[in-house]
């Protein structure tokens, strides 16, 4: 009896089951029912989502380490990065807005950029990482945590409320921060955890990584 090796996938949107196809570069895979995306064939997806987590690792390092933005007023300037702003809201007895900035914009996008690089340098280099399952799965929980975009929009709000009350100089880690948002959102449209287990499957059936 012939079996057809081609793995399952599940609709998103109505739950069918469908056989996976082959897709020419580009193509994207849409549910027979109800016409939802399932997945697209994304040539070296791998290689430029490791691109932009290693952008936006050099981002983050920047927008944690310099300043976020100073005001003067009356000839005494004041800068802070944002370490130092969850520090001051930490001293402020503003304990819980404290740790949701450090936990939204600080730990969850470490974690998140450290988990993969850690998928994806190994990959690159043919290798297969351990525990692939448990770092995909954390990765699909900690997804929503990630906050930068909710963030960047607080300070924005922010730089044109003390506009008028006092002379605002941007930091180098504002404009880090603002990329960020960027390349984070590329990274989460390029990321694709099929292509991983794609991967996996190739160097387990004893062939070369690509």
Known sequence: MNVDPKPLVACRECDLILREIELLPGGIACCRCCGAHLYRNSPDSLDRTLALVLTASMLLIIANVYPILGIEIQGVRNATNLYGAVCALWDQNMRSI??????????????????????????????????????LRILQCIKPWGMVEVFMLGVLVSLVKLAGSASVIPGAALWSFGGLTLILAAVAASFNSRDIWAHLEIKSGGEELR
């Not at 043919?126 to 770092?135: D, E, F, H, K």
């Open 98 to 135: 404290s740790l949701v900035v450090f936990i939204t914009t600080i730990l969850i996008p470490v974690i998140e950029l450290s988990m993969m690089l850690y998928l994806l340098l190994p990959l690159r280099m043919r290798r297969v990482p351990a525990g692939v399952p448990l770092i």
